[in-house]
Every structure is written in structure tokens, then in C-alpha cells.
């Protein structure tokens, strides 16, 4: 589903130094992400709900000449949805555990992921005007929030 799977929150937690951060996520480059999911239809909402089964998301992080074995764990606290009237998808996902080296990180704080999307469906414009084209599909801007220092 994701042909570019938003880490930089990952590595930043893993890496935290700036500058090495930086050198890491050019290196990674993109992270293809396949996000399982069953789709159902509310007719009572209008919706089409989207149970989600994430599986753990894994990274080599070049750090210092070495490698860092990531092990990130996901979760999808409720459904998401897909609703047709103004062609949007909706999700959430949280990065509950990281894992490095086959150590979990602590202190950790959780990562939220909060996906609007908008579709682009026979050449008719996207409603929100700051999304981007990829395959077809408009991806609004992806908000990234520890939840612990969101306002």
C-alpha cells in the first residue's frame, strides 16, 4: 500500500543526532510498506471500514559504519474508512515498540501516524489543494506526532 513509508520519526528516535539521521534516511531511501487490511460496508454510515492487520515494519539503519537492526512494532487501535462522497481514506497507525538490535528502546514514545488521504478518481481534481500526485492517488501531508509533546 505504501510505496514510501513515512520513517524519519523512526530513525530519529533510533539515530538521534541530526546530521547522523540525515546520512541515514538517504541511505535507507524509500520503504515500501504493505499494510493488510479487510474491507466491509457500512451502509448505515455510508463508509467503507477498513479492519487493519499491520505486521512489524523492519529497517536496517546505517549508523557509524555499522547496521541497526530495527524492529518496529504497529498497531491499528481502530478501523479505518474510505468515504466515497468526498473520496477520502482515513487511518490511523501507532508505532507502539521499537527494537534495535533485539533490544527495545525505553524511555520510548509512541509515534502516531495519521493518514488522510484523498483519491483523484477520472481526472477529477483532489478537494484539498496541498496534495500531492503519486500513482494516480493524492497523498495529503501525513501529520507525525510523539504523543506525548502533541498540543
Do not use: W
Request: charged share 25%; hydrophobic share 45%; aromatic share 8%.
Amino acid at each position: 500500500m505504501f510505496a514510501e513509508f513515512p520513517v524519519s520519526e523512526i530513525v530519529k528516535t533510533v539515530v538521534k543526532d541530526p546530521v547522523k539521521t540525515e546520512t541515514a534516511l538517504k541511505a535507507i531511501g524509500k520503504v515500501k510498506y504493505d499494510l493488510k487490511y479487510t474491507a466491509s460496508v457500512n451502509t448505515a454510515s455510508n463508509v467503507v471500514e477498513l479492519t487493519l492487520a499491520p505486521k512489524t515494519l523492519e529497517l536496517q539503519i546505517p549508523v557509524d559504519g555499522a547496521i541497526k537492526k530495527t524492529i518496529v512494532t504497529l498497531a491499528a487501535k481502530e478501523k479505518g474508512f474510505y468515504v466515497g462522497m468526498d473520496r477520502s481514506l482515513r487511518f490511523a497507525l501507532k508505532a507502539e515498540k521499537i527494537t534495535v538490535d533485539g533490544t527495545a528502546l525505553t524511555p520510548y514514545e509512541v509515534i502516531d501516524y495519521n493518514f488522510p488521504f484523498c483519491i483523484k478518481i477520472n481526472n477529477r481534481s483532489c478537494h484539498k489543494m496541498d496534495c500531492v500526485l503519486k500513482d494516480a492517488i493524492y497523498f495529503c501531508p501525513i501529520v507525525l506526532i510523539p504523543v506525548e509533546t502533541a498540543t
